[in-house]
T-cell receptor, first 114, second 114 residues
Framework: NAGVTQTPKFQVLKTGQSMTLQCAQD?????MYWYRQDPGMGLRLIYY???????DKGEVPNGYNVSRLNKREFSLRLESAAPSQTSVYFCASSDVGGPTDTQYFGPGTRLTVL | GNSVTQMEGPVTLSEEAFLTINCTYT??????LFWYVQYPGEGLQLLLKATKADDKGSNKGFEATYRKETTSFHLEKGSVQVSDSAVYFCALSDRGGATNKLIFGTGTLLAVQP
């Protein structure tokens, strides 16, 4: 099992450009999440998907959109990138989104917006 | 709202020293509590968890006890190794919306010197 995979690993964008971060999991999990990690701020939830066909906003959703393409895949889109979106982005998944569930994380995408 | 506070780093220790990383939380109800670890250049992975008061989570020599009376979940290890150098995140499960979400502390960098 590959677990949670993310592409790309690194990306540099210019202000105003768009891009999509891809995430896939092979653990048959129902719930998937997108976080951003910034120095001194821990991880903050951007969007999540409790199950296939549903998505909801997290703590910091502005400037992002998501798509739960199927049970395996959950993508994050930046329509018009801004320097404030420079960050490391992590995708995660969990079995059913229950209170004791472990979340499994991908290796991350390091994004720089110039 | 629910929140997690953990001690600021970096924490620098010599090999075989005793480790404590403090974590306290604010929550309504009875959340599950987690410690995740992030090794350099990698995503987060679960280190241990506790799902109810007085539970002790343990893994790889690390331990943490869910203390409801002090709203704490401090991480301890009796003898650290260089390979334990990483960032450690305390987190709690937060029920809101269609799935449980994790709320993370800001992370504590541990550097172990030979």
């Amino acid at each position: 099992n590959a677990g949670v995979t993310q592409t790309p690993k690194f990306q540099v964008l210019k202000t105003g450009q768009s891009m999509t971060l891809q995430c896939a999991q092979d653990m048959n999990h129902n719930s998937m999440y997108w976080y951003r990690q910034d120095p001194g701020m821990g991880l903050r939830l951007i969007y999540y998907s409790a199950s296939e066909g549903t998505t909801d906003k997290g703590e910091v959703p502005n400037g992002y959109n998501v798509s739960r393409l199927n049970k395996r895949e959950f993508s994050l889109r930046l329509e018009s990138a801004a320097p404030s979106q420079t960050s490391v982005y992590f995708c995660a998944s969990s079995d059913v989104g229950g209170p004791t569930d472990t979340q499994y994380f991908g290796p991350g995408t390091r994004l720089t917006v110039l | 709202g629910n929140s997690v506070t953990q001690m600021e780093g970096p924490v620098t220790l010599s090999e075989e020293a005793f480790l404590t990383i403090n974590c306290t939380y604010t929550a309504t109800g009875y959340p599950s509590l987690f410690w995740y670890v992030q090794y350099p250049g990698e995503g987060l992975q679960l280190l241990l968890k506790a799902t109810k008061a007085d539970d002790k989570g343990s893994n790889k020599g690390f331990e943490a006890t869910y203390r409801k009376e002090t709203t704490s979940f401090h991480l301890e290890k009796g003898s650290v190794q260089v390979s334990d150098s990483a960032v450690y995140f305390c987190a709690l499960s937060d029920r809101g919306g269609a799935t449980n979400k994790l709320i993370f502390g800001t992370g504590t960098l541990l550097a172990v010197q030979p």
